[in-house]
């Protein structure tokens, strides 16, 4: 009996042994999903300048503007608006081989011939990033829907030019219009000359590889009339923000760095209008890449 006890308690030992303890279950946090990873950017836009009737004599800013985009390493050349439909095609067979932002730029009967080809590259239902009509002439069509961005800078009471240019209806792009017949410094035959213009088309030109294709629905048309002795500044379109307590149209103003004629005019109000909160008003703005994520996220430190 003594032997048959000591045999027993050997053999609960050994088999304690040899089972491990049980361990509670640790719990696993879920693993942060990673950002996004920022768009790739878009290749080097394609742009292509039209001039207007006699362009190598009252177009020549167009050359001018080429010479700088060209400088900047970008593919700019201009045309005369008689060889419209031709470039056009061009252009078309060109996007067909190697897609790549396409840009229409054009004075007087260019700004006309910028406007045609975005027609013919709808019905090839290719997209046109970004066109800018500078005084195009009256006949000017209406915008077609295949325009992401579309710019017109115009004098409304000029006869060789004056082309007050809008949109097809159901157009979801980006479209600004800008009258600048109170400049009296400005004329049908120098208003492509700007040189601050230039500037913000070659600035405008350089963010478009960076910016994803987008037909945003809350972008808001704008139409201007610039004040005179104003210089231009092109936004894209207007973005509608809510008004917070205490906000005026002066603090709006500041704080978005928009002149306050441009809120003014936005919402077809007065500059001194009161606002109440929760009111939205239509505040302008431009297209700039979208932040990357890692830029945009915030460590949490405790």
């Known amino acids: 009996m003594v032997l048959s006890a000591v045999a027993l308690l050997a053999f609960s030992a050994g088999m304690a042994a040899a089972s491990p303890a049980k361990t509670k279950p640790v719990a696993v946090a879920p693993a942060a999903s990673p950002p996004p990873p920022p768009p790739e950017p878009l290749p080097p836009p394609k742009i292509y300048l039209f001039r207007g009737a006699m362009g190598p004599i009252f177009s020549t800013g167009m050359d001018r503007l080429s010479e700088k985009l060209t400088q900047a ?16 095609d061009r252009a078309i067979s060109s996007y067909k081989e190697a897609p790549a932002p396409i840009v229409l730029i054009g004075h007087s009967m260019g700004g006309l011939c910028s406007v045609v080809i975005s027609e013919m590259a709808a019905k090839e239902n290719i997209p046109i990033s970004l066109v800018i009509t500078i005084d195009p002439a009256h ?15 115009f004098l409304s009471d000029s006869v060789l030019g004056g082309g007050d240019v809008v949109t097809k209806p159901g157009y979801r792009g980006h479209y600004a219009s800008y009258d600048l017949k109170e400049n009296a ?13 230039h500037r913000q088309i070659l600035d405008m030109v350089t963010q478009l590889p960076r910016i994803p294709a987008q037909t945003q629905a809350d972008a808001v048309p704008l139409r201007y009339l610039v004040p005179a002795g104003t210089l231009v500044e092109l936004w894209d379109s207007g973005v509608r923000l809510p008004v917070r307590r205490g906000d ?32 939205s008003i239509i505040v302008p703005r431009h297209l700039t890449p979208p932040e990357p994520a890692a830029a945009m996220a915030t460590p949490n430190r405790r």
């Open 73 to 88: 390493g970008f593919s700019a050349d201009v045309y005369e608006f008689t060889i419209c439909r031709w470039i056009g």
């Open 139 to 153: 006949a000017t069509g209406d915008v077609p829907l295949n325009v992401e961005r579309f710019i017109n800078i």
């Open 185 to 197: 410094r400005v004329s049908h035959i120098n208003i492509e000359k700007s040189d601050n213009i």
């Open 248 to 279: 005026t149209m002066e603090s709006i103003a500041a704080a978005n760095r928009v002149p306050l004629w441009s809120l003014a005019q936005s919402n077809s109000l007065p500059e001194s209008a009161p606002l109440t909160p929760g009111q």
